[in-house]
């Protein structure tokens, strides 16, 4: 079954400092993929999704994330975080022909103002 | 325009009591899913309805979960007799698909539910 990897579950930084996420997905196939973010007390939300084109993807808040199919990764950086980017960060992955939306466990991030 | 809406957002009751979720989704969206959230993990899909189709409800424990979408708009979760185990997050979430695959779902806020 199609699964998807993130590492260092819990993240604690300063503001300003970079922020990159790692995510790894299992299918070798066609993929969508997604980053997903869930801020303190409210629901999840999209925040930057990849199809196909330019491997390099641009979310909102300044937030992006770069495809390396050789890699089966889908990391999610942002140069410079804010105190209000604490929040739980979940990589999602959809495979050709099956709509079934895979989450990772989830990265619990917590930036230090 | 109003999210995914769902009810109760917390629960609490005894072992081998049922319980039931409400959702409501973004008017309009034709596909609904149900995700279970355990402590500490991503969300997983219990089912996913295209109108009132359940189109993928093989991770839905059928000896005592169930849910319902009539009339293809909202719908109900239900566990009967709750155990222990199902203390978790029940998320509702909604996408329109329109016949292409997106993959961006709405989410609800989710019911937490704690089983004593």
Do not use: M
Request: hydrophobic residues 35%; aromatic residues 12%.
């Amino acid at each position: 079954a199609q699964s998807v990897s993130q590492h260092n579950h819990h993240v604690i930084l300063s503001e300003a400092a970079s922020l990159e996420l790692g995510c790894n997905y299992s299918y070798g196939g066609t993929v969508n993929l997604f980053w997903y973010v869930q801020y303190p007390g409210q629901h999840l939300q999209l925040l930057l999704k990849y199809f196909s084109g330019d491997p390099l993807v641009k979310g909102i808040k300044g937030f992006e994330a770069e495809f390396i199919k050789s890699k089966f990764s889908f990391n999610l950086r942002k140069p410079s975080v804010q105190w209000s980017d604490t929040a739980e960060y979940f990589c999602a992955s959809t495979s050709y022909g099956n709509n079934r939306l895979a989450f990772g466990k989830g990265n619990q991030v917590v930036v230090i103002p | 325009e109003a999210g995914v809406v769902q009810s109760p957002r917390y629960k609490i009751i005894e072992k081998k009591q049922p319980v039931a979720f409400w959702c409501n989704p973004i008017s309009g969206h034709n596909t609904l899913y149900w995700y279970l959230q355990n402590l500490g993990q991503g969300p997983e899909l219990l089912i996913r309805y295209e109108n009132e189709e359940a189109v993928d409800d093989s991770q839905l424990p059928k000896d005592r979960f169930s849910a319902e979408r009539l009339k293809g708009v909202d719908s109900t979760l239900k566990i009967q007799p709750a155990e222990l185990g199902d203390s978790a997050v029940y998320l509702c979430a909604s996408s329109l698909e329109n016949g292409k695959r997106t993959g961006e779902l709405f989410f609800g806020e989710g019911s937490r539910l704690t089983v004593l």
